[in-house]
């Protein structure tokens, strides 16, 4: 049986992806570049059904038996996990079971971030088109 296991959960948000576009390269767009790169964004994008925001694992252990071969050779695993920090020092994890739900797991994922760094990408052409005095509202 296997014990017990702690993540540790960092400082900063897990996931957290760079800006496609950085602040800089926004302001040296024109407005109506600004714009045009908008009205696509809005365009593509779309809410993928089944994002999950958590961060994958994959991780190699040692079990609670003391004679176990783990304990100074080869670990057991890979097993896989999803985790989530919560509140701080909190963390909810979830032990995948099967391919399929691997599979899922690491698509939903990956779902998250791409919707994520869409919406970084609007609030960016937004915040550049505020501060030039443009008006914002839906175009
Ligand atoms: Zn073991």
Redesign the pocket.
């Known amino acids: 049986m296997l014990g017990i296991f702690v993540f540790a959960c960092p400082g900063a948000p897990t996931g957290y992806l760079t800006y496609n576009m950085s602040k800089r390269e926004s302001s040296r767009l024109s407005t109506l570049a600004l714009r045009q790169r908008k009205a696509h964004l809005l365009q593509s994008l779309k809410l993928p059904p089944d994002l999950i925001h958590a961060s994958f694992l994959e991780r190699f252990l ?2 609670g ?1 003391p004679n ?4 100074h050779g080869e670990k ?1 695993g890979p097993f896989f996990y999803l985790s989530r920090c919560l509140a701080k020092g909190q963390m909810r994890t979830l032990l995948l079971k099967g391919e399929a739900q691997i599979l899922q797991a690491r698509r939903s994922v990956e779902a998250y971030q791409k919707a994520l760094q869409a919406l970084d990408q609007l609030s960016e052409i937004n915040w550049e088109l505020l501060r030039r005095g443009e008006t914002l509202p839906g175009e």
């Open positions: 040692k079990c038996r176990c071969h783990c304990r057991h």
